[in-house]
């Protein structure tokens, strides 16, 4: 789509098409403060790409987290957590989540949207990205108990290695 070329979405700038991702077109585009990606042609138009993520780890910094009283709990530290898995480089967690592409949704871009979304967490339990989601967002996650969460890690393990081995 040569329309897309030199739009604006947010702060990025499309350069020039790039090939695929999945079944979309893909595009180069250049941040604002410099950085360049390939940024799949629906997630700009539907506003879900809208700048690079050094610059979406720098904004979830500067944000005034207004945490409504509940920044000493369990759901605040999950809120954060995530956020640091997926903009953080240094974070430990980073390879597993922003390396692999997984972001935040704008709303989770705050606390009150997360808390919005999801409210309190339930005692015993952890946010759970859906298998295969790259987009920690209200559609994809839900509170699960931690053995739950065993249970489904181990059958889908059990399914890729019989889906792999040969009958």
Known sequence: MKKMIARKFGKWKVI???GRKGR???YLCE???GQESIVAGPALRAGR????????WKNFK???TKCMGLSKTPTYDIWRSLLRK???????DFHKYGAKGITVCEKW??????????????????LHLMFGSTCFNKENC???TASNLHHLIMKKKCDEYRNTSPS
């Open 24 to 26: 979309s077109i893909a």
């Open 62 to 64: 500067k944000i005034n």
């Open 86 to 92: 997926c903009y953080e480089i240094k974070n430990r």
């Open 16 to 18: 020039r098409e790039s």
């Open 109 to 126: 871009s705050t606390f009150k949207g997360f808390y919005d979304d999801m409210g309190l967490r339930p005692e015993k339990h952890v």
């Open 49 to 56: 790409s809208l700048q690079c993520n050094k610059c979406k």
């Open 142 to 144: 839900k509170w699960i």
């Open 31 to 33: 941040c604002e403060c």
